[in-house]
């Protein structure tokens, strides 16, 4: 899936649009900012469409208007995504979002469909749909996450030759699934807060972290739970997932591979923090101070952990 668009200028409603967008970015997404930052600036504008609009949809997923309201709310976005993909979004448009996303879609082979995949996911979360097993887990995750991934791979490409191109969409969505399992990790207890439990029934039931009526008990655990345990058990899934998603890193050109290694390193470090201590999740969100973000940018950008994994990737 190489890629090399031509140049289409924006007028200067588009170039508003972009602006627009990359604002929203820049207040809701730190470690989204540090990423993308290290690409060109037509990439990084096209990155921030597809971030603004996942961005109002989340936004009506964790709002607080009545389940019914944010379906029609959610209808509408899907309305919106349709008019963008059938090219009915002139550039005066008062909607700068879809502005920015019909010009990024025109320059970019971006998948709109993951944008769909995305609503449907946020769906899931306005009907309140719990998971009993990690399958039924990852097929959330790739809706809310792993739809992302393809979506980005649609604005960086893949260089010309790179080995296993053809599984370029795979590895992105499994890079995916491994931010979203690290969000849920460090999410425990907010999510517990606000009557949500992402984590499988059966993985629950495995490390006894259920009431007698099997119900979720993890804020606080049930006594005589592990809760420790089933932290650690999650951390090593969402490492096999990172091991097998980081495959995608060579298939990348040196700026967009660093990009990527920017964004999923900050979470792969998360990880690492959340394993080092699975209780601190209980006490608040975990997060990584800004020099660390810097100094995962500063690998990324060096190409270092790019070349980590091309060392270990499968011939």
């Not at 260089?159 to 499994?174: L, M, Y």
Request: include cysteine; charged fraction near 25%; proline fraction near 5%.
């Amino acid at each position: 899936m190489t890629n090399s668009p031509t140049s289409k200028n924006p007028s200067p409603a588009v170039v508003a649009a972009y602006q627009y967008c990359e604002a929203v970015a820049g207040q809701h997404a730190r470690n989204f900012k540090y990423g993308a930052r290290l690409v060109p600036a037509a990439k990084r504008q096209a990155l921030c469409a597809i971030y603004a609009f996942a961005r109002r949809v989340d936004d009506i997923g964790d709002g607080d208007l009545a389940a019914d309201i944010k379906e029609i709310r959610l209808a509408e976005a899907r309305a919106l995504l349709d008019r963008v993909r059938s090219g009915g979004v002139p550039e005066d448009d008062v909607d700068p979002v879809a502005v920015a996303l019909a010009h990024a879609s025109d320059v970019y082979p971006i998948p709109l469909g993951g944008l769909d995949e995305l609503i449907d996911g946020v769906l899931m979360d306005v009907r309140g749909r719990d998971y009993e097993t990690w399958d039924e887990l990852r097929s959330y995750c790739r809706c809310v996450a792993g739809a992302i991934g393809r979506l980005t791979l649609g604005v960086f490409g893949t260089v010309p030759g790179a080995r296993h191109a053809e599984r370029a969409d795979e590895f992105a969505d499994t890079l995916g699934l491994a931010l979203q399992l690290t969000n849920i990790l460090r999410d425990i207890r907010e999510d517990a807060d606000n009557g949500r439990t992402y984590l499988p029934a059966e993985d629950l039931r495995k490390f006894g972290l259920v009431d007698e009526d099997g119900s979720p008990s993890l804020v606080p655990p049930a006594a005589g739970g592990d809760f420790v345990g089933l932290v650690r058990f999650e951390v090593t899934r969402a490492r096999e997932l990172f091991a097998e998603g980081f495959r995608l890193l060579p298939m990348l050109d040196r700026r967009s591979g660093a990009c990527v290694a920017a964004m999923a390193g900050t979470y792969h470090r998360l990880l690492d923090r959340i394993a080092e201590d699975p209780r601190a999740v209980l006490r608040g969100r975990v997060g990584l101070p800004a020099a660390q973000k810097v100094l995962v940018a500063v690998r990324g950008l060096s190409g270092l952990d790019a070349r980590r994994v091309a060392g270990r990737t499968h011939p």
